[in-house]
């Protein structure tokens, strides 16, 4: 079982940038694949970014190539998605998610997720 909490949404203006953060209970976060999610109002939830176990395997949205950045540090038990040149269609609730399982795969499904945090909101404003 592991506990997650987001940090790091806000307010921003079109063209900034926000670090999320994502603090994960327990000691064997770094058995864990990890996933970032959103879903805006109105519309289903969808993945963003995902990073495997070791930090080696990553997946982005089309929609965030170039612009967001996945990462994690398994010492601190906490995942990062770095988000730079905001647009106003990223604005949405962030959800991490975790999976046990130390693989090269990457996992992109809501279904495939066990453990979901509370969400933090983002908005960009235009």
């Known amino acids: 079982q592991v506990q997650l909490v987001e940090s790091g949404g806000g307010l921003v203006q079109t063209g900034g940038s926000l670090r999320l953060s994502c603090a994960a209970s327990?000691?064997?976060?770094?058995?864990?694949?990890m996933g970032w999610f959103r879903q805006a109002p109105g519309k289903e939830r969808e993945i963003v970014a995902a990073?495997?176990?070791?930090?080696?395997?990553?997946y982005y949205a089309d929609s965030v190539k170039g612009r967001f950045t996945i990462s994690r540090d398994n010492a601190k038990n906490t995942v990062y998605l770095q988000m730079n040149s905001l647009k106003p269609e990223d604005t949405a609730v962030y959800y991490c998610?975790?999976?046990?399982?130390?693989?090269?795969?990457?996992?992109?499904?809501?279904?495939?997720?066990?453990?979901w945090g509370q969400g933090t909101q983002v908005t960009v404003s235009s």
């Open positions: 327990g000691r064997t976060f770094s058995a864990y694949a």
């Open positions: 990073i495997n176990w070791s930090g080696r395997s990553t």
């Open positions: 998610a975790a999976r046990p399982g130390r693989t090269t795969l990457v996992v992109t499904t809501t279904q495939e997720y066990d453990f």
